[in-house]
């Protein structure tokens, strides 16, 4: 394997941090030759002097001189702001783009990638949750390809691969629970962020956690298995599987079903992506089957986690429907973290500016940046109601 150049969008974060872990383990095979991050300069220096980055973009520019000041001395070239980011993912000197900005700030920085022809090796899901048609068309024009990092949509592609073209049945994409999955309603109600960021088998950022406590995240994940395989969303299914062993199965006509197995790292999805197709030596825990015991299957619970059912609302309706959802789910999960609204908040005003805003059946990329717009706007202003009611 000849040796691939990365630029790693949101090299801070969880995604970020494990990929450099990859990378560590390879320095033969991977060059980093651009890393950014919102705010947190310090980390960003840090990661930038080890890997000698050649580009690093901070997107909070009254970070800039933090962060000029931290790499005086080095060969690091520095920049602020997201326009920054969308011009240099078209480098030349990148092969791959890491796209692992956290929600819709990832999204322009992505579309300038794929129309730079780049492979983008996606970890933000909310890019084609808010723009899953669009992505995807501009991805067969400019031929760049779209690799999954999100462990259950790297399962599912790597089902695919072993089945050979042979139609596929179903989707079952696999899901923890979360934090609350054995809670009673009424419990689960009265969660505090505390509580619902004790995530049971993943080690993952503030927002992501609480989505997956919510389970909005796996509806994330329903919409975005529908672009990434071109599949209606009837045909995806969601299980619960709380051990987090199978990370997804793919079901054929026949009624075979092949699955993809684990142990709970993200730095295999991240590794078998940016390392495709080949299969690189990962120093991860590997799998015991002798000592695994039983795994458990559950249907998820609708009254529960109502997230889940506003997602598969949204992608039955299409259009812009799934951008407000999550431009008005980023909000609230960010109220719900600073403590203004109870858990259930987050779907009750997530599913009233779904239901809100107006609907646009084709959307261009300008509808859906003014979609998102319209809706985090409708959803602060509904979390300042229900904080006066509360």
């Known amino acids: 394997m000849e040796k691939r150049r990365i630029a790693i969008l949101g090299s801070t974060g969880s995604i970020g941090r494990q990929t450099l872990d990859v990378v560590r383990e390879h320095r033969d095979l991977f060059e980093v030759e ?34 000029s000041d931290a790499l005086e001395g080095t060969d690091t070239k520095v920049f602020c702001g997201i326009k920054s980011v969308c011009d240099l993912v ?33 970890a933000n899901k909310e890019t084609l949750v808010a723009a899953g048609s669009i992505v995807t068309s501009l991805s067969k024009k400019y031929n760049a390809p779209i690799l999954p990092v999100d462990s259950e949509h790297s399962a599912i592609f790597q089902c695919l691969l072993a089945a050979q073209g042979n139609k596929v049945r179903k989707i079952h994409l696999t899901a923890s629970g979360g934090p609350f999955r054995t ?41 975005e298995a529908r672009w990434l395989f071109d599949t209606p969303v009837e045909k995806i299914n969601v299980v619960v599987h709380p051990e987090s062993i199978i990370h997804s199965m793919v079901e054929f006509e026949d009624g075979a079903v092949i699955a993809q197995m684990a142990e709970p790292d993200m730095r295999e999805p991240i590794q078998f992506a940016i390392g495709f197709p080949e299969r690189l030596p990962l120093g991860n825990k590997k799998l015991e089957f002798a000592r695994l015991g039983s795994l458990s299957f559950f249907e998820p619970d609708l009254e529960k986690f109502p997230a889940l059912r506003l997602a598969y609302d949204a992608i039955g309706k299409d259009g812009n429907i799934p951008c407000a959802l999550n431009a008005a789910n980023e909000s609230v999960v960010a109220a719900y973290l600073r403590g203004e609204i109870p858990f259930y908040g987050i779907s009750d005003i997530a599913g009233e500016c779904m239901e809100r805003i107006p609907f646009i059946a084709n959307p261009t990329i300008d509808d859906i940046f003014e979609t998102n717009k319209q809706a985090r706007a409708m959803a602060d202003q509904l979390i300042l109601t229900m904080k006066k009611k509360s």
């Not at 700030?105 to 992505?110: D, E, H, K, N, Q």
């Open 34 to 67: 651009l890393i950014t991050c919102n705010s947190s300069f310090t980390t960003l220096a840090a990661q930038a002097r080890e890997f000698d980055v050649n580009n690093a973009v901070i997107c909070d520019d009254t970070k800039y001189k933090a962060l």
């Open 90 to 122: 078209t480098s030349d000197r990148i092969d791959i783009v890491v796209a692992s900005m956290v929600g819709f700030s990832g999204l322009a920085p992505t579309l300038s990638a794929i129309k730079a022809g780049k492979v983008i090796a996606l």
């Open 183 to 223: 809670w009673e309603k009424e419990r689960i109600a009265s969660a505090t962020k505390d509580m619902a960021l004790k995530h049971p088998n993943w080690d993952m950022g503030a927002k992501i956690t609480i989505d997956s406590a919510t389970m909005m995240n796996k509806g994330f994940e329903v919409i």
